[in-house]
Structures are given as C-alpha cells and as structure tokens.
C-alpha cells in the first residue's frame, strides 16, 4: 500500500512539475514578445502596405425580427483573422509553443464594428481572448448579440420575404490601411456565405433561403463586408389566426341577406359583423410597421371585407323598407312590379307559392271595376241576378217559351216591372258595405304581401351580388401574393 501511495505522489508531482514548466515556457515568451509591443500601431512591415483582414460570421441563433421597429435580432461568433508580424516565434526555441491565448485589450484589433446596429452597441457582447499562432497568424472569435436595422417590405405581408444585411467595417481604418477579405475554410477557400452553427435552432416564422456575403466599395474609401440573410415568412400562424377567420366573418356578413327581415337582426348581425373586422385591424396595427409606402395585402383584405360589411349594412336598410311599406303608403310603381315580381325570381331561384297574375292581364280588374260602379248607378234599386243561362237554360227547341220569357223579363233587369221595397235596399247596402270592405281588406293584404316579395327578391339578388364579389374579390388580393417568390439569386432581387 506504501508503494503505490508513493508511485501515485511522484506522478502528481511529475505532472505538477512539467505543467509549471509548461506556464513559465508562455510567460517567458508572452515577456518577450510584448517587450517592444505597441497595440495603437498597425502589424503592418511597411507604412504603405495594408494589413489583409479576413472577416467571416457564424450565426449561432437567429431571435426574430421585429417589424414594427424594423429590427433583426441575431446572435453570431465573428471570425476575425489577420498577420501581425510582432506576434511570430519559433517555436523550436520556446518549448514547442505553437499558439498562445492573449488578452484582446494587449494586442492590436482591427476594428471591425456593426455600422446598421439599430440600438448603438457596435461593439461584440464579450472580448474574449485571441489566439496567436508562432506564423504571426491572429485569430479572434468574440459572440456577439446584434441588433441591425432591417428595411421591411410590407407589401405580400404575411406572404413576404424579407433581405436583411448586417454591414461590417472598420471604424478606425480605410481602404489604403486595411484590405477586408472573406474568411477561408479548412481547405484554404473563400467562404462567402454565412456559416450556420450545427446548433442552430430552425426558427417559427422565419426560414432562411440565403445567407450570401459580399465585399463592397464605398464612395468615402472605406471598404465593408456585408453578410445578407434573405428570409421568407412562414404563413401558417396568420392564415389560421387572421385569414381564415375573417373568410368566416365575411361569410356571415354574406348570409345576413338571407336573414329574414322579421327575424329583427340583420342590422345587429351586420353591425357586429363591422366591429369584429375592426378588432381585427387593430391586432394587426401592433404588427405591421407605421409606413405610407406600402398597404400590406392582409389590411387590403380586411379593408375590402370591411366595405363590403358596409354596404351590407346599407342594404339591409333598404332591404327593411321595402319589407314593411304598406298600401297606405307606397304605391308600387308598374316597373317595380315587372321587374322584381315578374323578370327576376326565376333567375334567383324564387317560386311564389301564389300564382302571380300575367301582366298583360294586370290592368282588367280596374276596367271591371269601372264597369261594375257604372252598372251599379244605373241598376241601383234593382235586384242583380247571376247570369239566368245557369238558373235558367234554355228549352229545347220543340217546347215553347210561355211563361219563361216573361220571368226571365223580371230577372234580368233593368226593368220597371219589379223595384226593392226600403228594408230591401238597407240590407243589399250593408251587405254591399261589408263584401267591399272584405275586398279592400283582401287587397291591403296582397299588397302588403307583394311588398314583402319584392324585398325578399331584393335580399335574394344582395346575397349573389355579394357572393360573386367577394369571391372574385378574395382570390385577386391573394392570387396576387403567389407571386410573391424570393428570388433565387440573391443579388438580383427587385
């Protein structure tokens, strides 16, 4: 058990003693190389040469972007390399040392900040340490958490993509001081795309169709490199949360034409209806950024719903008047009657239970109505027989007429053979009174009832019109949107 506490003890202590020769080997260099150090000069031999920084980006999460500020919201590594000849050994004569890890705050940074940060942090979220390689080759891989300006196209909203950059540059230096290049892989080629961490989480409403980078050339000599994230919209939560039901909402206002006027809610069906479409708009003001360049589709939608709803409202006003006018008082033009009793309930699909009177026969009654008070004064005090061919046909032609003519002179009137005596003509006038009375009563009610009609033919035509229009309405505003592709190269998006 001695022994092999010792032989356990001489290990740690072997161990002990090479890692804090291993510690003393990088003090001893770190000493040396910062003897003559200074961090504010550029790694560059010459003062007309440029120091070559090569600018890569890894996006390890990509948090959203925020429309109504027009935000994106991502967290990267950025990796930054470059030569500074200051920082270079060998390692044959420092114990083999092939890489340090230096503090970032004692050597010399390029510089390279966020220009379109949409909060004012340029900087990267933590300095952490860069890794020094015996070739002087300078390597530096700080997270950052970035907030960048985002121009949003809200027009295809929620069927749209979007083309977010993130805009890299030095803040100190130019074109003639330092050269920014892509980052390189392990095989020695450009990277020019976005790198995508392995651990990268697929996010709910975004999906990123590109992710290309370019170097770009400005007027002031400043040379940046621009990473684009191209993103497209994932639509399922704004069709199942705002289309769909507002499809359901117009349809309800469609069937308030089919609503019976005596039902007493097609004005509060339709109002309702109104409301819920502004409740609507009011959720998406919270979502949509406050521009006048573009109407988003979704607002173009819900604002063709809403003047629908509002001619549905109007019309169920008319709808209504016409349902209760009475004989008393509206008379019923002859076009009214030709047109919506006659002309258009077959095309609707309208039977009236009643049979309805030909119009060629609609002005006969008037004409039998004069006949009738133009026989009654000159037949007043006479009594009127139904026609005596029914009470007393004619005999055949071998037995002769005898008293038959004369009764028939009695009937058939008018005649001064036979007057009423006053008891008489009291009872035929009341009975007159009454049998008018239950005509008049009779014709309000037909009236009425054709009033009625004409509103139900009115509702009936309202409820196509409508269907028609908001069909074809409805596959315009979002036919249109299919269109709407992300382009398949990046850089020539309109």
């Known amino acids: 058990m001695r022994s092999a506490d010792l032989f356990l003890l001489a290990c740690c202590l072997c161990s002990l003693s090479s890692l804090g020769g291993a510690s003393e080997g990088e003090k001893t260099l770190m000493k040396i190389l910062f003897s003559n150090y200074n961090l504010k ?3 560059a031999p010459t003062a007309e040469e440029r120091v070559v920084v090569r600018v890569g980006m890894t996006l390890s999460s990509f948090v959203g972007l925020n429309m109504k500020n027009e935000e994106m919201s991502t967290v990267v590594v950025m990796n930054l390399e470059w030569t500074d000849h200051r920082l270079s050994w060998k390692p044959k004569q420092h114990d083999g040392i092939e890489v340090l890890r230096i503090p970032a705050g004692k050597v010399w940074l390029p510089d390279i ?3 379109n940060n949409n909060d004012g942090v340029f900087d990267v979220a933590l300095h952490v340490h860069v890794q020094a390689y015996s070739n002087g080759r300078v390597t530096w891989t700080p997270p950052a958490l970035y907030c960048s300006s985002c121009a949003v196209k809200v027009t295809y909203f929620p069927f749209d993509w979007q083309n977010c950059t993130m805009q890299f540059r030095s803040y100190t230096y130019d074109s003639t001081e330092i050269e920014l290049q892509y980052a390189l892989d392990a095989k020695g080629k450009e990277i020019r795309e976005v790198i995508l961490d392995e651990a990268l989480s697929e996010s709910g409403e975004w999906h990123i169709r590109h992710k290309p980078s370019k170097k770009n050339m400005n007027d002031d000599l400043y040379e940046d490199m621009t990473f684009y994230l191209i993103i497209e919209r994932k639509p399922l939560y704004y069709v199942f949360n705002i289309i769909i039901p507002c499809i359901l909402i117009t349809i309800i206002a469609i069937f308030n034409f089919y609503l019976p006027p005596d039902a007493g809610e097609k004005m509060g069906l339709s109002i309702n209806v109104l409301l819920t479409l502004t409740v609507f708009l009011l959720l998406l003001a919270d979502k949509v950024p406050e521009t006048s360049l573009d109407v988003p589709i979704i607002v173009n939608y819900i604002m063709f719903t809403m003047i629908l709803v509002t001619f549905s409202v109007i019309l169920s006003v008319v709808v209504l008047n016409l349902h209760h ?3 008393n008082t509206h008379l019923m033009p002859m076009w009214v ?3 919506f009793i006659h002309m258009l309930p077959p095309y609707l699909g309208m039977l009236r239970p009643k049979v309805e009177t030909p119009l060629s026969l609609e002005m006969l009654p008037r004409r039998e109505e ?3 008070a133009i026989s009654r004064a000159s037949d007043e005090y006479f009594i009127r027989k139904p026609n005596t061919c029914f ?10 007429e005898g008293m038959y003519t004369d009764l028939r002179k009695y009937i058939d009137g008018p005649s001064t053979y036979l007057t009423l005596p006053d008891e008489l003509k009291s009872a035929i006038e009341a009975i007159t009174y009454i049998a008018e009375a239950l005509q008049a009563e009779k014709d309000y009610e037909a009236l009425k009832e054709d009033w009625q009609y004409v509103a139900m033919v009115v509702d009936r035509m309202f409820l196509w019109i409508f269907v028609v229009f908001t ?4 596959l315009a505003i979002f036919a249109d949107a299919s269109f709407n592709h992300t382009p398949t190269d990046p850089f020539k998006s309109p």
């Open 391 to 400: 009470l007393f046909p004619k005999p055949n032609r071998y037995q002769p």
């Open 325 to 327: 006018r009475s004989p």
């Open 370 to 372: 004069q006949v009738v």
């Open 113 to 115: 900040v966020l220009i």
């Open 41 to 43: 000069v550029r790694p």
């Open 337 to 339: 009657r030709k047109i």
């Open 471 to 474: 069909t074809v309405g409805t």
